[in-house]
């Protein structure tokens, strides 16, 4: 059992089944709840990340498969590739497209059917032979709320931003040409998500 991650609410570790790697999500007790809804919450969250990793695999989306489960913990496929975060700013030209392209895809193919991230970055994408994978639903949820979604690609554009700077405008034209092709509710959202970055203008933040 090897440690990759210890988050707020869950600590994250590979191990050995059946002779294959594969990733464990464990929720951890916190500390300042009461016992008993912290018990709750963790199983509800844990039940519904399983949910959302299944329901991304039957909306065409590459996803790791969830290999077993309990109360508060799932057993994952480990996707062994390239975080986005880590390679998109080293690509060359005809890469970065091809990688906008399956960016924009995924989150269209989520969004139109009703699934919302929660934590759309380039740090939750991986490159494994060519294939694109969104991992890590533990902030999604089920919505089909234009305002939701909106919220979903107002976060993966601040995370290209903050990231990939100097890539911003030609990824997120490409990211939005392909998301539109991919969701039907597309006119919605991004009406919506113009709303979403003139209030965060007004705001200053």
Same mark, same amino acid.
């Given at each position: 059992?090897?440690?990759?991650?210890?988050?707020?609410?869950?600590?994250?570790?590979?191990?050995?089944?059946?002779?294959?790697?594969?990733?464990?999500?464990?929720? /951890?007790? &916190?500390?300042?709840? *009461?016992?008993?809804? $912290?018990?709750? #919450?963790?199983?509800?969250?844990?039940?519904? @990340?399983?949910?959302?990793?299944?329901?991304?695999?039957?909306?065409?989306?590459?996803?790791?498969?969830?290999?077993?489960?309990?109360?508060?913990?799932?057993?994952?496929?480990?996707?062994?590739?390239?975080?986005?975060?880590?390679?998109?700013?080293?690509?060359?030209?005809?890469?970065?497209?091809?990688?906008?392209?399956?960016?924009?895809?995924?989150?269209?193919?989520?969004?139109?059917?009703?699934?919302?991230?929660?934590?759309?970055?380039?740090?939750?994408? /991986?490159? &494994?032979?060519?294939? *694109?994978?969104?991992? $890590?639903?533990? #902030?999604?949820?089920?919505?089909?709320?234009? @305002?939701?979604?909106?919220?979903?690609?107002?976060?993966?554009?601040?995370?290209?931003?903050?990231?990939?700077?100097?890539?911003?405008?030609?990824?997120?034209?490409?990211?939005?040409?392909?998301?539109?092709?991919?969701?039907?509710?597309?006119?919605?959202?991004?009406?919506?998500?113009?709303?979403?970055?003139?209030?965060?203008?007004?705001?200053?933040?």
């Amino acid at each position: 059992m090897r440690i990759i991650q210890r988050g707020a609410e869950a600590i994250l570790y590979l191990e050995e089944r059946d002779g294959q790697k594969v990733l464990v999500k464990d929720r /951890i007790p &916190k500390g300042y709840r *009461l016992p008993e809804l $912290d018990g709750i #919450l963790r199983i509800q969250r844990t039940r519904r @990340e399983g949910s959302l990793l299944l329901k991304a695999k039957r909306a065409g989306v590459n996803a790791p498969s969830v290999l077993d489960s309990g109360e508060s913990m799932l057993v994952m496929e480990w996707i062994d590739g390239e975080r986005v975060k880590d390679c998109l700013n080293g690509m060359d030209k005809k890469e970065r497209k091809v990688a906008y392209r399956k960016i924009g895809e995924a989150a269209g193919k989520l969004h139109e059917n009703g699934i919302v991230h929660g934590d759309l970055t380039t740090s939750n994408m /991986i490159f &494994k032979n060519g294939a *694109l994978y969104i991992i $890590d639903f533990g #902030l999604g949820k089920v919505s089909q709320k234009p @305002e939701d979604l909106a919220v979903d690609l107002y976060l993966l554009y601040e995370a290209l931003k903050s990231t990939h700077l100097k890539l911003l405008e030609e990824a997120w034209r490409d990211i939005l040409n392909a998301y539109k092709q991919n969701c039907s509710k597309s006119n919605d959202v991004l009406n919506r998500l113009a709303k979403i970055e003139r209030r965060r203008r007004y705001k200053g933040g």
